[in-house]
């Protein structure tokens, strides 16, 4: 007996498309499957002004696939010197959804994030008076701080803190990756969510490190112990509306990843529906498969949810390329250790 399941078409409210001929690559794995996609600024340079904004959603339109149906829902680099009036203006004008505070360091392409939080407290508080979200990378980068350790001290150095100044702001904490920022969310009366995405529900650190060094399971955050995986899980397969997908999927290419200093990043998007559908049914919540990745993040970002399906039928165990190709070179696709018996049809 063939089980299947409808969905309404998921969106992923933290995706890193990149540009050029990898944004040509990547784009169709994500327009696939998902209606919409929160759109990560750290290009180099950053994607930090409206008309940044603007020129790279023409960018992305320009690359997408003339039958895909797929809105990418763009964001700011915030910085020092970012302007609450062009923030305001890009707001106003529907160009963007979020605004995106990579601590200065903290990951891929960061270099120009925040050091001194006073300095964009003005941005926040306008970000608060109009309702635009705040999307964070909760990573402390004191080089004293073990990077084990590193999203539980930023919770109690920044974000609490933050939080507490500013309590208007609507804030997503991203790729949440431990127990400790999973209770601080559910905890939150208003105002908070949390992304969490698809190889942190699969991988623990004993992943990235036991028996061998294997590259295309690092990323930042670095995935934690076997206890935190599970806390991920538990709220992602809860229905609680602060937690939904953002696959944080963030392409590198193979030489790139498997060298000497290798780059943070998995790259999920080619097989993330079936990956979740599989985990989901492992963890016997199926049922709250649609909240995670079609409703409640949908509902914490004030859009409707997507009026088209996909339908999920289990069956054979699925072909899926082990890369892709990307003028660059090659990208790796996420390899979840199991096979995935869950086929994707996208319904007209
Ligand atoms: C992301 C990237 O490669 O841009 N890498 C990652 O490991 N997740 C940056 C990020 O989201 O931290
Ligand atoms: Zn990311």
Redesign the pocket.
């Known amino acids: 007996m063939s089980k299947t399941l409808t969905i309404r078409r998921p969106d992923d409210w933290?995706?890193?498309l990149r540009d050029g001929d990898m944004l040509a690559a990547v784009l169709p794995e994500t327009a696939r499957h998902f209606g919409r996609a929160i759109i990560?600024p750290?290009l180099l340079p950053p994607v930090v002004t409206g008309a940044d904004a603007r020129a790279y959603l023409e960018r992305i339109m320009a690359a997408l696939p003339k039958s895909a149906n797929f809105t990418p829902l763009m964001t700011l680099y915030l910085t020092e010197d970012t302007d609450p009036e062009d923030v305001a203006a890009a707001h106003d004008a529907g160009l963007i959804w979020a605004v995106k505070l990579y601590p200065a360091g903290a990951?891929?392409n960061s270099a120009s994030g925040v050091t001194d939080f006073d300095k964009v407290r003005p941005v926040l508080e306008r970000m608060a008076e109009i309702g635009l979200t705040l999307c964070v990378?909760g990573e402390v980068t004191d080089p004293d701080v073990d990077i084990f350790d590193r999203e539980a001290v930023f919770i109690d150095r920044v974000l609490d803190p933050l939080r507490r100044a500013t309590p208007d702001l609507r804030v997503v904490m991203?790729?949440v990756t431990t127990k400790d920022g999973v209770d601080y969310i559910a905890s939150a009366d208003k105002n908070l969510a949390g992304t969490i995405?698809t190889h942190h529900l699969v991988i623990n650190r004993n992943h990235i490190l036991a028996g061998g060094i294997r590259p295309h399971y690092y990323?930042?955050p670095v995935a934690k112990r076997e206890v935190h995986r599970l806390a991920l899980l538990e709220a992602a397969t809860s229905g609680n509306p602060q937690f939904f997908l953002?696959t944080?999927?963030?392409p590198h290419i193979d030489p790139a990843k498997e060298s000497g200093c290798g780059c943070a990043?998995c790259f999920t998007a080619t097989n993330t529906v079936s990956v979740l559908a599989e985990v989901f049914e492992k963890a016997g919540a199926l049922d709250k498969l649609e909240a995670f990745t079609s409703l409640n993040g949908a509902e914490f970002y004030q859009f409707p949810a997507s009026d088209s399906t996909l339908t999920l039928t289990r069956g054979a165990p699925l072909t899926y390329p082990a890369k892709i190709n990307s003028g660059d070179g090659p990208v790796t696709v996420f390899d979840p250790g199991f096979d995935l018996h869950w086929h994707v049809r996208v319904n007209p």
């Open positions: 933290h995706l890193h990560m750290n990951t891929t990378h991203e790729h995405t990323c930042l953002g944080d999927s963030a990043g």
